[in-house]
């Protein structure tokens, strides 16, 4: 890596335009020109060329119960008919 504090020149901000537009990743033209990640993705940005994207907290291959606490537990307090637990229970203890 440069000294810290070094400033680009010109030519290397050209050259970081040209890498990426070409399709070079940031981790490639890191290792060119031997710089930081975080400093390429900053004069990428500030060249309005880099957008960073946002990963999801969660895969969309997982499921989600959320909706269990909303509908199907207040419906379970209210009428415990509908409890599959108390249903199981009844029929193995009265099942005359």
């Known amino acids: ?3 810290k504090g070094t400033r680009y020149t010109q030519a290397e901000i050209n050259e ?3 890498m990426y537009s070409e399709g070079t990743s940031v981790y490639k033209i890191c290792k060119v020109l031997n710089r930081s990640e975080t400093s390429v993705k900053n004069h990428l940005k500030r060249l309005g060329i ?5 990963v999801p907290e969660v895969e969309s291959d997982e499921l989600s119960f959320r909706w269990l606490y909303w509908i199907i537990i207040p419906l379970w307090i209210i009428n415990s008919r509908t409890n599959p637990v108390d249903t199981i229970l009844y029929l193995i203890f009265n099942g005359n």
């Open 1 to 3: 890596m440069k000294s």
């Open 16 to 18: 970081i335009v040209n």
């Open 50 to 54: 880099f957008v960073p994207t946002e």
